[in-house]
């Protein structure tokens, strides 16, 4: 199993960026996958997450009408749309799956939970937000 994040970069505020995090060796066709930040000197937490076989989409208050998050399964990949972005968006963005309780899953991150029931992992993009 393997998660690769990509698309961060450097953005004035009120900018966009679109992450993209690439999946392969999945046995599953319905599995959870999370986006999660973190700051510098900040916990992670959860933003975003979506159940692949469902299409079903939860959010964290914190993202919530300023992020969406889709999938192209033929590509499997997922998307994070960050729009309206503000400096405090900052941080390095990680996508993350888990396969056995996708819909608990997708509920826990959305309350913005760290993720320590993530199966795997991706390395990270930055996203650095300019005021």
């Known amino acids: 199993v393997q998660l690769v994040e990509s698309g961060g970069g450097l953005v004035q505020a009120g900018g966009s960026l679109r992450l993209s995090c690439e999946a392969s060796?999945?046995?599953?066709?319905?599995?959870?996958l999370g986006w999660f930040r973190q700051a510098p000197g900040k916990e992670r937490e959860g933003l975003s997450c979506?159940?692949?076989?469902?299409?079903?989409?939860t959010y964290a208050d914190s993202v919530k009408g300023r992020f969406t998050i889709s999938s192209d399964k033929a590509k499997n990949t997922v998307y994070l749309q960050m729009n309206n972005l503000r400096p405090e968006d900052t941080a390095r963005y990680y996508c993350?799956?888990?396969?056995?309780?996708?819909?608990?899953?997708?509920?826990?991150?959305?309350?913005?939970?760290?993720?320590?029931?993530?199966?795997?992992w991706g390395k990270g993009t930055l996203v650095t937000v300019s005021s």
């Open positions: 060796g999945f046995s599953d066709a319905d599995y959870a």
């Open positions: 979506i159940i692949i076989g469902a299409g079903t989409t």
């Open positions: 993350a799956a888990e396969t056995l309780s996708p819909q608990i899953t997708c509920h826990t991150v959305a309350q913005g939970s760290r993720g320590f029931g993530m199966d795997s």
